[in-house]
Nanobody
Framework: QVQLVESGGGLVQPGGSLRLSCAAS????????MGWYRQAPGKRRELVAT???????NYADSVKGRFTISRDSAENTVYLQMNSLKPEDTAVYYC??????????????WGQGTQVTVSS
């Protein structure tokens, strides 16, 4: 039922910028937390940034000061603004949304991923 669609990935030179978008099929406020993850070849999927329903944010140390997560409730979209990109940022980026159901169950939803390649 829930669909998350990422867009905005591509090829960019080091030092460049990209903005990723994650469009949800319903209200983003129906989720307790939304976030961005990334996975490079041969690496585990890692958390990049999160935004809670109330608006608080959290970032991985590797992207602090460079990436910004934000949302547009009217468009039901979460964004990831990526500045000062480095080759080590190269990965497939995934949008995630978690919804708590009751007290013991969490429903997690994932987008299909969008490729970000940082290379000269």
């Amino acid at each position: 039922q829930v669909q998350l669609v990422e867009s905005g990935g591509g090829l960019v030179q080091p030092g460049g910028s990209l903005r990723l978008s994650c469009a949800a099929s319903g209200s983003i406020f129906s989720f307790n937390v939304m976030g961005w993850y990334r996975q490079a070849p041969g690496k585990r999927r890692e958390l990049v940034a999160t935004i809670m329903r109330g608006g608080s944010t959290n970032y991985a140390d590797s992207v602090k000061g460079r990436f910004t997560i934000s949302r547009d409730s009217a468009e039901n979209t979460v964004y990831l603004q990526m500045n000062s990109l480095k080759p080590e940022d190269t990965a497939v980026y995934y949008c995630n949304a978690d919804r708590l159901v009751g007290s013991l169950t969490t429903n997690s939803y994932w987008g299909q991923g969008t490729q970000v390649t940082v290379s000269s």
